[in-house]
């Protein structure tokens, strides 16, 4: 990080800047900074087109007028409900540790937030999104984001777990974090310890490219869950990066084979500056349909849309129903085969019989929703 390439000239020490690539550092940083760790720009090919490189290098075509140009597209701001913490779903909180990254990926959704490079959050701030989760028992879930989590150093890393954990209604704590994309080498034996001693920790990161899963990569993955975390990926379909099936299958296909489950898919949200690196809605459900069949299960990310304006996300899968009736429903599965699942009859329906015993728990959560 201390290595990290940051301005013009840094860039150019290490590629030969397009014109379009050298006329975005005027005016790109203004739109959203600009930050790339050694070892993430040497993945990237030569030429202004090569995919990790539109990932990590500002473009002109940022500035550009897009169709839908939102500083904040999933309402964050307006779902805070402590500083830097949002809560929206209700039986999870996103906790926004931290604004730095060590890479700032030029399709990032949270550019409002992102890159200011405050950094770490203030102690008061902190005590007040502490006292938020500790009143809210309904919050079994707190989700370390901001920026990069893993940015900062391992005390203070491990003095947040710590105060996490002394919340007796926390049960999962994940983190999310690109570093092991971006910077492997984060990943420590003793980094491993302390999510392993703060457990059940899931760590979820943010490979979008096979060629991003390196032998470093690897090794730092191989380190997470032989240290027993669970790590789950999120990747968003980018144009001109992999909205290609056949290098959403690669990526999937690699990550399982290396222990981390494809989690979600994202569609790229309309944040400013990202008009040039994202799909139609259309083009991102053809990759999923042409996947849907052929790659195992274990393998297959959940393709999902964040409503924009802070509506939440919404999952979309491919409709296989043709027909339905008051008692039944046909389909058409996924290598044409058609036939119907009829219904049992009403009147056959019974809740189980300790349904009850869970009720309680269960509206208890649903009452939390206070924002
Ligand atoms: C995406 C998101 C979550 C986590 O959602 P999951 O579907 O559980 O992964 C939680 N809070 C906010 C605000 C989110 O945007
Ligand atoms: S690592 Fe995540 S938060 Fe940071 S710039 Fe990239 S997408 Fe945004």
Sequence with gaps: MRHALKNKNDFERVFKLSPGESEAFEQGREIFNIRCTPYYASLAGDFEEEPIRRILMPHRLEMRDGTQQMADPLGEKRNQAAPRLVHRYSDRALFLITDFCSVYCRHCTRKHFTGREQALIRPSEYEEALS????????????????????????????????????EHVEIIRVGTRMPVVAPMRVTDELVRILRRHGPVYLMTHFNHPRELTAEAAQ???????????????????????????????????????????????????????????????????IQKELWGHLSGLAMPTYAVDI?????????TPNFEIARDE????????????ASYVNPAPERRRLPADAGVYADEWNEITRSRKY
């Design 327 to 338: 008692h039944s429903r046909r389909y058409r599965g996924w290598d044409g085969v058609e």
């Design 132 to 167: 938020y989760i500790a009143s809210h028992p309904g919050v079994r879930e707190v989700i370390l984001s901001g920026g990069d989590p893993l940015t900062i150093a391992d005390g203070a890393l491990e003095r947040i777990l710590t105060d996490l954990r002394a919340i």
């Design 220 to 286: 730092a993955l191989g380190r997470l869950v032989d240290g027993g975390i669970p790590v789950m990926n999120q990747m968003v379909l980018l144009n001109g990066v992999n909205n290609h099936a056949a290098i959403v299958q690669a990526l999937s296909r690699r990550l399982l084979f290396l222990r981390v489950k494809p989690y979600y898919m994202f569609q790229c949200d309309p944040s400013v500056g990202t008009d040039h690196l994202r799909t139609s809605i259309d083009e991102s459900l053809e």
């Design 308 to 316: 924009p304006e802070g509506g939440g996300k919404t999952v979309l």
